[in-house]
């Protein structure tokens, strides 16, 4: 199902337009695989990969499960489409990466640190450093990720049996990250329509803001 993007060759090398060439060496052959679900899966929701060169697109199953290859430069943004509903995620190298109301609040507070916003980090990651940087770096997207949960714990009052979101394999409608997902929409922090309400975006826009890379 999935379908690689062509890298475009720069004497032996890939390039990235303002960015330059990376060496061959660079691209790498990665494997990754997740969830996308808001407490429901996302079933057959398209779910695109663009990454600091490259990209695929592929489409999850009933369960909102996707698996996939690609050849790509990493850190790669991930996207996921279903009916009404977007949902953000990132991949800094390979393996699991879920996409859910979680990891799209926490790609606000990452783009926040970084004095933007999450369409932003899609459209311009193949041509800005600063965001490959840390999109890439495992410690800043990890620490990303605690400060989702420690922001939702105390504005909603709830404690996520799941704090590693992003790379926890989950089956939805099992204890776990889903069942983190239904305890969020039941305090208000997702929506009906599955995408995190306004006002826990605007919490960790406000939080990245504060704490800039």
Known sequence: MASLAALSACRGSVCLGSEGCFDDGDVQTI?????????????????HFDCAA????????IGGNYRLMLDAVLPCMITATAGGTTLHSLAF???????TPE???????????????TAH???DLPTNGRYQQALGSSADVLAAQTAVVSNL???????????????TPFTVGQAGVDSDLDTLARAGAIGADGMPDPAAVSLLSQAGAANRL
């Open 54 to 61: 490259g990209g695929a697109a592929t489409v999850s199953d």
């Open 93 to 99: 190298a390979g393996g699991t990466f879920n996409v």
């Open 121 to 123: 980090l899609v459209a």
């Open 153 to 167: 714990r105390q504005r909603y009052n709830v404690t996520l049996t799941v704090p590693s979101f992003l790379t």
């Open 31 to 47: 494997s990754l695989s997740g969830t996308a679900a808001t407490g429901r899966a996302l079933a057959s929701a398209t779910i």
């Open 103 to 117: 990891t799209d609040l926490m790609l606000v507070y990452l783009a926040s640190q970084l004095g933007t916003d």
